[in-house]
Every structure is written in structure tokens, then in C-alpha cells.
């Protein structure tokens, strides 16, 4: 389906309950709404689920600017579109940078959070040379070149290991990712706030989930976003790399689901 905000277009999928607690997924990077579809066809009888495209990936407008607080504000306007007041709001890595912008921006309008695979902190100098080289790749090669380079350290270990049709499925994703889409993404995350001081300000529920094998926001990661924030849960999923809940749809299913039974009566 699509959304039209006036300026742009997000794509999105929806399934589940109109009346129950809506749950809008925000994916990471160069993702789509896609990777949501084992969360959308599990988690229907519980919850609205909900997965959008952001700017720039999927069926969504290819349109600057690309920032952080503008996919933010993005998700705002799709709510506001779809007439939902508040929503758990499920970010996957840069689906959490998204979060935290939304915790900034829009705070009324989160019920409760889920970070998954994600850190609060900033691109070091390092990392943001490294985010000028990527985009340079994908202007001059193309994202299937993007996707030559990330798989490995997207895709944990043991999922490389044995299995091929999830490796597959994602470098599919990534490979199609429109070039400007990536490009625009890398800047914004290049440009992201440190989330670190937001933590504490986080006062709803809040469910960190990571993969033990997760290369790109590891364990200590999680762990210290489940120190920082207050009354967080925080799950380690085994044999699981950066993208947790297509790598281990199940486990991640029974873990959020826990959290929604909990966050329907907060
Ligand atoms: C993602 O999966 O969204 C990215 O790996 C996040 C990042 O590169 O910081």
C-alpha cells in the first residue's frame, strides 16, 4: 500500500487487529519494509503491525533531504496519516537511529520501544570515512556492489553457514536499494546525533534484542543501552547475527511477543 504525505509517498504493509495496539516496524540499512514480513504474518493476531518504507528505499518517494530527524518526522506524518495516535515503535539498527530521533521529536507519539541490533552512539571519525567511501561505491558501482560489501557483516556467522536462502533474500534487498536512497541514508547516518544522552530520558517500556553473532552493533552495545535506559529488557538471541529477525524469525517473534502481551496492559 501506499501513503501519500503531501510531498511524498511511503510504501508499507499492514497486518493484524485494526483495534490492537499498533505496532509500526522501521527497518535498517539499505533495507525494506520486506524484511518485516516474518514479524507481520506472526504477530497479526496480537497487534496492528505495521512496516513502512523510509524515504529513498522500497516503493517510497526517492526525495531529500535525508536526515535522521527527517525520517523521523516521516513517521510522524505516516501516523498521522494512518490516524494512530501512539505506537510501539520497533526499530531494526537504523530503524533505532530512527527511534531515537522519534524519542527526540515526537515523544507522545511512542507508547513503548524495541531496539533492535542498534547502538545510541554516534559515528566515530573512522566510521564516517568509511560511510564517504560506501557512498562513493554506490555512485560508481552500483548497490550491488554495496551489498558485495555488507553481507558479510550483516549476516551472522551461523546463518552464512547454513542458511544460504536468507543471505540470499537479503542481498537481494540490498542489491535493489535505489543508489540515491543508499547514498542519502549513508549521509544521514554519517550525520546522526549521538543518542547516547537520550537514554536516560526513555521513560516507556522499553525491549533491546541482539543477536550474539551481530558484527555491526554488538552485545556491548545492547548492553549498554540496557544499562542506560530504565526497566529495560534486554534478550541476546543465540546463533543470530545484525539482521535478528529474519536470521531467527521464531525466537525473535516469541520475544517481541512477550513484550506486546506486557506493553498491551502498560
Ligand atoms: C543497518 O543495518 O541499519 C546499518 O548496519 C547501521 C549502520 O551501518 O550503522
Do not use: N, W
Given at each position: 500500500m501506499i501513503a501519500n504525505l503531501g510531498g511524498i509517498k511511503l510504501g508499507y504493509d499492514e497486518s493484524g487487529r485494526g483495534n490492537g495496539l499498533p505496532v509500526i516496524f522501521l527497518h535498517g540499512f539499505p533495507h525494506h519494509r520486506g524484511l518485516w514480513a516474518p514479524q507481520l504474518s506472526s504477530l497479526s493476531s496480537q497487534a496492528r503491525c505495521i512496516a513502512l518504507?523510509?524515504?529513498?528505499?522500497?516503493?517510497?518517494?526517492?526525495?531529500?533531504?535525508y536526515t535522521m530527524d527527517q525520517y523521523a518526522d516521516d513517521v510522524a506524518a505516516f501516523?498521522?496519516?494512518?490516524?494512530?495516535?501512539?505506537?510501539?515503535?520497533?526499530?531494526?539498527?537504523?530503524?533505532?537511529?530512527?527511534?531515537?530521533?522519534?524519542w527526540r521529536r515526537h515523544r507522545p507519539r511512542i507508547h513503548s520501544l524495541v531496539l533492535a541490533d542498534t547502538k545510541a552512539s554516534a559515528d566515530s571519525e573512522e566510521g564516517r570515512e568509511k560511510?564517504?567511501?560506501?557512498?562513493?561505491?554506490?555512485?560508481?558501482?552500483?548497490?550491488?556492489?554495496?551489498?558485495?560489501?555488507t553481507i558479510p557483516g550483516m549476516?551472522?556467522?551461523?546463518?552464512?553457514?547454513?542458511?544460504?536462502?536468507?543471505?540470499?533474500?537479503?542481498?537481494?534487498?540490498?542489491?535493489k536499494?535505489?543508489?540515491?536512497?543508499?547514498?542519502?541514508?549513508?549521509?544521514?547516518?554519517?550525520?546522526?546525533?549521538?543518542?547516547t544522552s537520550t537514554l536516560a530520558t526513555i521513560d516507556v517500556l522499553t525491549l533491546i534484542i541482539v543477536g550474539e553473532e551481530d558484527v555491526l552493533t554488538p552485545v556491548s552495545d545492547a548492553e549498554a543501552m540496557h544499562r542506560a535506559i530504565y526497566g529495560s529488557r534486554l534478550r541476546v538471541l543465540a546463533r543470530t547475527g545484525h539482521v535478528s529477525n529474519v536470521e531467527r524469525p521464531a525466537a525473535f517473534n516469541i520475544v517481541l511477543s512477550e513484550f506486546l502481551d506486557t506493553a498491551r496492559h502498560a
Open positions: 518504507d523510509l524515504r529513498g528505499f522500497g516503493e517510497s518517494s526517492v526525495a531529500p533531504p501516523m498521522d496519516a494512518l490516524r494512530i495516535d501512539r505506537a510501539v515503535v520497533c526499530g531494526l539498527s537504523m530503524g533505532g537511529y530512527v527511534a531515537f530521533a522519534m560511510r564517504r567511501a560506501m557512498a562513493q561505491l554506490a555512485r560508481e558501482r552500483g548497490t550491488s556492489a554495496v551489498a558485495d560489501a549476516v551472522g556467522k551461523h546463518t552464512r553457514e547454513t542458511s544460504p536462502q536468507v543471505v540470499d533474500l537479503v542481498y537481494r534487498i540490498l542489491a536499494a535505489p543508489v540515491a536512497g543508499v547514498v542519502g541514508a549513508l549521509e544521514a547516518m554519517r550525520e546522526r546525533e549521538d543518542s
